[in-house]
């Protein structure tokens, strides 16, 4: 921590913030360093009344919500606690697109709510709003994470991202002074990767000597292996967080090799914001129960913990657009175990896949992607470079390879063998390629599903 970067929280950024209607961040954040050692029950009984007041708010507001709890029945005090969400339906994007005007709060007018859009990994993005608060709650839970990454606010922050749709062009002159001088944000488009862009993105970063990283991992790894192919040196940092993408062991590994720092794994999202981060122990990551109330559901029915589902979200923040039981598209698991930091916030694995990311074996079962990827990526002999797996029928796949390091038939054998040891007696192709496409999102997804894609286009 500078000198200079503690007067500018101490002076420039609550008056920065207060001109942008986001005073109460900094009163959100003071909070939510305290919470995060609060005892389990203390929590828990925190994130009910935050239940319980959204509910009521979005039966009271929303017609969309009115005409749920009408239909089936029941009244805001039938909803008391986390078990009894089940007795509302799940949210879908889907029905951001049928019902987006009915979720919107009738009590905030368009002026005094902010629209934003899904990311678009399925090819659709979805419109939805958050009210001003809301985005101050986030931005406060935001800090809190990157506080146990080891930077706070004001500290110079690099941002590597692929995603057009966070990057704003038609910024003011003072919105970038203020990002730039204030804040002290660089983001970088890493998107596209040529030689030419990453080197202006390197130069950039070395004058701006950062503090902290925050990046989508293939975002990272392509910067990455360009610093490593030129042997340039980047400037020391406190840490680095991932977000928006599985992070795979090896990449991580190689992020803390070469930067010489811990990597940090965030969950999140635009839909929702912070909804998890590691803290310093590395066990997994702890779920925001402050402002996130996170379900894992099978078939619709909630399932204990240590045990892989579809994630659901409910957002205890955004009154202007009430998210509930929302179907943000992920699978993983909450965890029994508690952690040795002190926090007693209830923890969520490590790994997260896409619900539609999984692969269909010839007798009908399914399996996580991510259990192909860590065969495929984990052995010491063959080193292969990024990979994307498209599962076109249930016995024909295909694999397409980053040629950094440039693929041999060694390869080629090894990740057919690997295929076929774990799924039978399938077809394999292979295609070499300079760079995995990435979705409409910017991220890049390790493995697709085309099974049923005609009749069920829809997430990221």
């Known amino acids: 921590m500078t000198i200079y970067a503690s007067l500018l929280r101490r002076f420039a950024l609550p008056w920065t913030l207060s001109r942008d209607n986001r005073q109460s961040a900094l009163a959100h954040w003071r909070f939510f360093e305290e919470s995060q050692f609060w005892s389990r029950s203390q929590l828990l009984e925190y994130q009910q009344q935050k239940l319980t007041a959204l509910i009521r708010h979005a039966y009271d507001t929303t017609p969309y919500y009115k005409r749920?709890?009408?239909?089936?029945?029941?009244?805001?005090?039938?909803?008391?606690?986390?078990?009894?969400?089940?007795?509302?339906?799940?949210?879908?994007?889907?029905?951001?697109?049928?019902?987006?005007?009915?979720?919107?709060?009738?009590?905030?007018?368009?002026?005094?709510?902010?629209?934003?859009?899904?990311?678009?990994?399925?090819?659709?993005?979805?419109?939805?709003?958050?009210?001003?608060?809301?985005?101050?709650?986030?931005?406060?839970?935001?800090?809190?994470?990157?506080?146990?990454?080891?930077?706070?606010?004001?500290?110079?922050?690099?941002?590597?991202?692929?995603?057009?749709?966070?990057?704003?062009?038609?910024?003011?002159?003072?919105?970038?002074?203020?990002?730039?001088?204030?804040?002290?944000?660089?983001?970088?488009?890493?998107?596209?990767?040529?030689?030419?862009?990453?080197?202006?993105?390197?130069?950039?970063?070395?004058?701006?000597?950062?503090?902290?990283?925050?990046?989508?991992?293939?975002?990272?790894?392509?910067?990455?292996?360009?610093?490593?192919?030129?042997?340039?040196?980047?400037?020391?940092?406190?840490?680095?967080?991932?977000?928006?993408?599985?992070?795979?062991?090896?990449?991580?590994?190689?992020?803390?090799?070469f930067y010489q720092c811990r990597v940090f794994d965030m969950y999140g999202s635009r839909e929702t914001g912070n909804t998890a981060c590691e803290c310093n122990q590395h066990r997994g990551r702890h779920i925001a129960v402050e402002t996130s109330l996170l379900e894992v559901v099978k078939d619709g029915q909630p399932l204990p913990a240590d045990q892989d589902g579809e994630y659901l979200i409910t957002d205890l923040t955004n009154y202007g657009f009430p998210l509930i039981r929302y179907q943000i598209n992920d699978y993983g698991r909450i965890l029994s175990e508690s952690c040795s930091c002190g926090r007693h916030l209830p923890m969520m694995g490590s790994t997260v896949g896409r619900t539609h990311d999984r692969v269909t074996m010839l007798d009908g079962r399914e399996i996580n992607g991510n259990t192909l990827l860590y065969h495929l990526t984990t052995d010491d002999v063959h080193r292969i470079g990024q990979l994307q797996i498209v599962q076109q029928q249930v016995t024909r796949f295909l694999i397409r390879v980053n040629r950094r390091p440039e693929p041999t038939e060694a390869t080629f054998a090894f990740i057919r063998g690997q295929m076929r040891k774990l799924l039978g007696d399938i077809e394999v192709l292979i295609e070499v390629v300079d760079e995995i496409p990435r979705d409409p999102s910017g991220k890049v997804r390790s493995l697709i599903s085309e099974l049923g894609k005609v009749s069920s286009p829809d997430r990221g």
């Open 68 to 257: 749920i709890f009408d239909e089936r029945g029941l009244k805001p005090t039938d909803i008391r606690s986390a078990d009894d969400l089940v007795k509302l339906p799940i949210l879908a994007r889907k029905d951001l697109f049928d019902h987006g005007n009915d979720i919107r709060s009738r009590s905030f007018s368009d002026a005094q709510t902010h629209k934003l859009l899904t990311g678009g990994t399925t090819g659709q993005q979805a419109v939805l709003y958050r009210d001003q608060e809301s985005l101050n709650i986030k931005l406060g839970m935001a800090w809190r994470h990157e506080h146990w990454v080891g930077a706070e606010p004001c500290d110079k922050m690099a941002y590597y991202w692929p995603a057009h749709i966070d990057f704003h062009h038609d910024e003011s002159l003072k919105q970038r002074i203020k990002q730039r001088y204030v804040l002290r944000q660089l983001m970088s488009y890493t998107g596209g990767g040529s030689e030419d862009s990453l080197g202006q993105v390197y130069r950039d970063s070395v004058a701006f000597n950062p503090r902290m990283i925050k990046a989508f991992p293939s975002a990272l790894l392509r910067f990455t292996e360009y610093l490593k192919q030129h042997n340039l040196k980047y400037p020391r940092l406190v840490g680095i967080m991932s977000t928006g993408e599985v992070l795979y062991q090896r990449d991580k590994e190689l992020f803390e090799e």
